[in-house]
């Protein structure tokens, strides 16, 4: 499939991701602001995937390209797998990401090593010009630090620990990250099933 695809999120630090993670795919990407769509989207679904499709049906009404939206979250298992699907309105949504990992950090005070994971998830929502919609959705695992380390990546970024790297998704470089990250991996499923039309 070529052409334009137009992702349906406000977030920059994602479209940048995103971009990196398309590249190869003979398309290209651009957010909806540069496709000059400034909307309000109510998130209210109760799942990753209809979050993302949500916000990419929403799109999709003032065009005729492709359009993907990108829903995702960080579980912490200690903590009931919050902020999940709440993870950017998690302490409001104006508050820093500094005063946002410290909360996380001292929620997990005394939390031992093996009970401090954690994983972050994606899903990408596709809806098709003539209507067809896809979703496809994959994990990171690992651990909530014990302090912000790194400065790449953005949001949680910074205290999500991978062990086998041994660094934060902040210490990693976007290659590195977008190689193993929950957005890459759920990316290329979807670049795979968008093959297959
Ligand atoms: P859009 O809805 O406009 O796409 P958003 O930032 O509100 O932008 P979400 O509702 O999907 O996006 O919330 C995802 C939040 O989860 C995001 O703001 C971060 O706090 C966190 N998050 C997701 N992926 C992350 C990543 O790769 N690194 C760090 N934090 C991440």
């Given at each position: 499939?070529?052409?334009?695809?137009i992702?349906?999120?406000?977030?920059?630090?994602?479209?940048?991701?995103?971009?990196?993670?398309?590249?190869?795919?003979?398309?290209?990407?651009?957010?909806m602001?540069?496709a000059g769509i400034?909307i309000?989207?109510?998130?209210?679904?109760?799942?990753?995937?209809?979050?993302?499709?949500?916000?990419?049906?929403a799109v999709a009404r003032y065009t005729?390209?492709?359009?993907?939206?990108?829903?995702?979250?960080?579980?912490?298992?200690?903590?009931?797998?919050?902020?999940?699907?709440?993870?950017?309105?998690?302490?409001?949504?104006?508050?820093?990401?500094?005063?946002?990992?410290?909360?996380?950090?001292?929620?997990?005070?005394?939390?031992?090593?093996?009970?401090?994971?954690?994983?972050?998830?994606?899903?990408?929502?596709?809806?098709?010009?003539?209507?067809?919609?896809?979703?496809?959705?994959?994990?990171?695992?690992?651990?909530?630090?014990?302090?912000?380390?790194?400065?790449?990546?953005?949001?949680?970024?910074?205290?999500?620990?991978?062990?086998?790297?041994?660094?934060?998704?902040?210490?990693?470089?976007?290659?590195?990250?977008?190689?193993?990250?929950?957005?890459?991996?759920?990316?290329?499923?979807?670049?795979?099933?968008?093959?297959?039309?």
């Open positions: 499939m070529k052409g334009r695809i992702f349906a999120t406000g977030n920059a630090d994602k479209v940048r991701e995103i971009q990196m993670i398309m590249e190869d795919s003979g398309m290209e990407v651009i957010s602001k540069e400034s309000d989207i109510e998130e209210n679904g109760s799942t990753y995937e209809e979050n993302a499709l949500i916000k990419a049906r005729d390209a492709i359009v993907m939206a990108d829903d995702s979250g960080l579980e912490v298992d200690h903590l009931n797998k919050e902020p999940g699907i709440h993870s950017a309105r998690y302490l409001g949504e104006d508050t820093s990401y500094r005063i946002k990992n410290q909360n996380l950090i001292d929620r997990l005070k005394g939390v031992p090593d093996e009970e401090r994971t954690a994983r972050f998830v994606c899903a990408i929502a596709a809806v098709l010009p003539d209507g067809r919609e896809l979703t496809t959705r994959a994990t990171i695992e690992g651990r909530i630090d014990y302090e912000e380390r790194g400065s790449h990546g953005f949001g949680y970024d910074p205290i999500f620990y991978v062990p086998e790297f041994h660094k934060t998704t902040a210490e990693l470089t976007e290659e590195e990250k977008n190689k193993v990250s929950h957005r890459g991996k759920a990316l290329r499923l979807m670049k795979e099933e968008l093959k297959t039309l």
